[in-house]
């Protein structure tokens, strides 16, 4: 416990101790009390009561578990709002331009601006503020209550209570007022009639007047002794004496297991007795029934979510996570509702409120059929053929006959027009008569054709190139001479090329190139494909 230092004790002296923190714990004795007369709980361990050894303590406390280094430059103080401190006969110089004070400029001066300020005038010089420097440690900085006072709360409770005070005048009055109706109205009326509501009347301020102490019928008085049991005062006591406990309902002992730690029955103790009659089902019917169900549902719904790949957890978003499911049970209902109407839709409703032809109700047959074993039918009703999923015997573009029923060349279309394109228009006889009459006609142009190739022979052109790469004219001619002129031409100016040194001054191009030139180039030009290149010079 809260002691001061530990010192050498007897064995007795440690039973005695062990003794007398027992009965403190129990109630039985009192509590110890620490340097400033007040309790120590005794149900505080002893690694956290007892004070270590370098505080020298004589008595025991608990101070080396409070904050006992305050720290001097904190103070919970605030600023005194409004207070003035020193009033001027005369302006002085850096004051206010407009009221006067020295503590601020006419910047932030919160009064009224003046049409001639201060400093002119030196009249109505105003008092200088109160300015107040405090240094807050932390929560000093963020407490939002720090400078409140508390007594201006007061105002608020007053204005609260007068008006209840109002309300219950205001009632009292309405009272009144209905007393005098009733006076006035008792003349032509019955005694006994008066004397009836009066005492209802009376019944039921009874009823309003004993209505806080039924309230108190199921307190239990508490008186607890010491400080470590808690605080002294009334206990409700929810239980009714006349339920009956859980397990005492079923006494086999086969029956469902009672876990008397939790005091929980999961299992249903009287499983066969009729269920309008049971006020107990076990507690698992509390788990699949209720908000616990659908808690249940969240949890799996956020898990589901998880897998897929989505940011959502539980425990840590919980609100998030519901706000996904509302979501999600709101799409989901939406999805049914559109999957609901596409069906009926495409398949009608038989269950809608269109009447049934009187015919269909009140029809009768005389056909009798029979079934076998597995309900297939034997004989009386013809078996219906299967009609296939795609939309037969529809006619479209005026057309008399489905597309692919004709069929040439490899093509399919309509017998009735003999079309092959697939969304064209009918034309019937007059466009079979139409096409039968182009196919005619260009099977002889093709036939006329082929007769008219067939007489003209085929002249082939045998086209003479130049040497140069160009077609040559018919009355081209090459002058030999000239062209062994050009080749020594070419020898001389590819032995230039080589050797740059004999090449003169003063040299005269002519840009006049003729056919013998080209002939000379493309004889002495080098091919670099040929194989025979290097045997050239």
Same mark, same amino acid.
């Given at each position: 416990m809260a002691t001061a230092s530990?010192?050498? @004790?007897?064995?007795?002296?440690?039973? $005695?101790?062990?003794? *007398?923190?027992?009965?403190?714990?129990?109630?039985?004795?009192?509590?110890?009390?620490?340097?400033?007369? &007040?309790?120590?709980?005794?149900?505080?361990?002893?690694?956290?009561?007892s004070a270590p050894w370098y505080l020298n303590a004589e008595r025991p406390s608990l101070k080396h578990q409070r904050k006992w280094k305050s720290d001097p430059n904190y103070t919970k103080s605030w600023y005194d709002r409004g207070a003035k401190i020193f009033q001027a006969d005369k302006y002085r110089k850096g004051a206010c331009e407009n009221c006067g004070a020295l503590t601020h400029d006419a910047k932030s001066c919160m009064e009224r601006p003046r049409k001639v300020g201060a400093k002119w005038t030196g009249k109505h010089i105003?008092?200088?503020?109160?300015?107040?420097?405090?240094?807050?440690?932390?929560?000093?900085?963020? #407490?939002?209550?720090?400078?409140?006072? +508390?007594?201006?709360?007061?105002?608020?409770?007053?204005?609260?209570?007068?008006?209840?005070?109002?309300?219950?005048?205001? *009632? &009292?009055?309405?009272?009144?007022?209905? *007393?005098?109706?009733?006076?006035? @109205?008792?003349?032509?009326?019955?005694?006994?009639?008066?004397?009836?509501?009066?005492?209802?009347?009376?019944?039921?301020?009874?009823?309003?007047? =004993?209505?806080?102490?039924? /309230?108190?019928?199921?307190?239990v008085e508490k008186r607890v002794r010491t400080t470590g049991g808690g605080s002294t005062g009334t206990v409700r006591n929810l239980r009714i004496r006349e339920d009956t406990a859980k397990y005492l309902l079923n006494l086999?002992?086969?029956?469902?297991?009672? =876990?008397?730690?939790?005091?929980?029955?999961?299992?249903?103790? *009287?499983?066969?007795?009729?269920?309008?009659?049971?006020?107990?089902?076990? =507690?698992?019917?509390?788990?699949?029934?209720?908000?616990?169900?659908?808690?249940?549902?969240?949890?799996?719904?956020?898990?589901? +979510?998880?897998?897929?790949?989505? #940011?959502?957890? /539980?425990? +840590?978003?919980?609100?998030?996570?519901e706000l996904l499911y509302k979501n999600f049970k709101?799409? $989901?209902?939406k999805l049914k509702s559109q999957v609901k109407e596409t069906i009926m839709e495409k398949y009608g409703n038989a269950a809608s409120e269109e009447e049934i032809p009187r015919e269909l109700l009140l029809g009768q047959s005389e056909r009798q059929v029979e079934y076998d074993r597995a309900g297939r039918i034997i004989k009386g009703q013809e078996t219906a053929l299967p009609r296939s999923k795609y939309e037969e015997d529809v006619y479209i573009n005026n057309h008399t006959s489905v597309w692919g029923s004709w069929w040439k060349d490899f093509q399919w279309g309509y017998k009735c027009c003999k079309q092959t394109i697939r969304n064209s228009y009918c034309t019937g006889a007059s466009g079979i008569e139409a096409a039968e009459a182009a196919g005619e006609l260009m099977r002889a142009n093709l036939a006329r054709k082929e007769a008219s190739e067939a007489d003209k022979p085929v002249p082939v052109e045998e086209k003479r190139l130049a040497t140069w790469g160009t077609e040559v004219p018919d009355d081209l001619v090459l002058d030999q001479k000239k062209l062994a002129e050009a080749l020594k031409k070419e020898d001389e100016r590819k032995r230039e090329e080589r050797d740059e040194r004999k090449? @003169?001054?003063?040299?005269?191009?002519?840009?006049?190139?003729?056919?013998?030139? /080209?002939?000379?180039?493309?004889?002495?030009?080098?091919?670099?494909?040929?194989?025979? @290149?290097?045997?050239?010079?």
């Open positions: 530990v010192a050498f @004790k007897s064995r007795e002296d440690h039973r $005695k101790q062990l003794e *007398l923190e027992e009965a403190r714990k129990a109630g039985l004795a009192p509590a110890e009390v620490d340097e400033d007369g &007040k309790e120590i709980n005794p149900h505080i361990p002893q690694y956290m009561s105003a008092p200088d503020e109160k300015i107040e420097q405090f240094e807050l440690d932390y929560d000093g900085k963020r #407490d939002r209550w720090n400078g409140y006072d +508390a007594a201006t709360y007061a105002r608020v409770i007053e204005r609260y209570e007068a008006r209840d005070e109002a309300r219950r005048k205001y *009632l &009292k009055e309405q009272q009144f007022k209905k *007393l005098e109706e009733k006076n006035n @109205k008792a003349d032509g009326e019955d005694g006994a009639s008066d004397e009836e509501d009066d005492d209802d009347a009376l019944k039921v301020d009874e009823a309003k007047v =004993d209505e806080s102490k039924q /309230m108190d019928f199921a307190k086999d002992v086969n029956s469902s297991y009672y =876990d008397p730690k939790t005091r929980s029955m999961r299992e249903d103790p *009287l499983p066969d007795a009729d269920p309008n009659e049971k006020f107990y089902a076990g =507690d698992n019917q509390n788990r699949v029934s209720g908000q616990a169900l659908e808690f249940k549902q969240l949890n799996v719904h956020a898990w589901e +979510a998880f897998e897929k790949g989505q #940011d959502i957890h /539980m425990q +840590a978003a919980p609100s998030q996570a709101i799409n $989901k209902v090449r @003169k001054y003063n040299v005269k191009w002519n840009d006049e190139v003729t056919a013998e030139d /080209m002939e000379a180039y493309r004889m002495k030009k080098i091919h670099h494909d040929d194989p025979m @290149k290097d045997f050239l010079h």
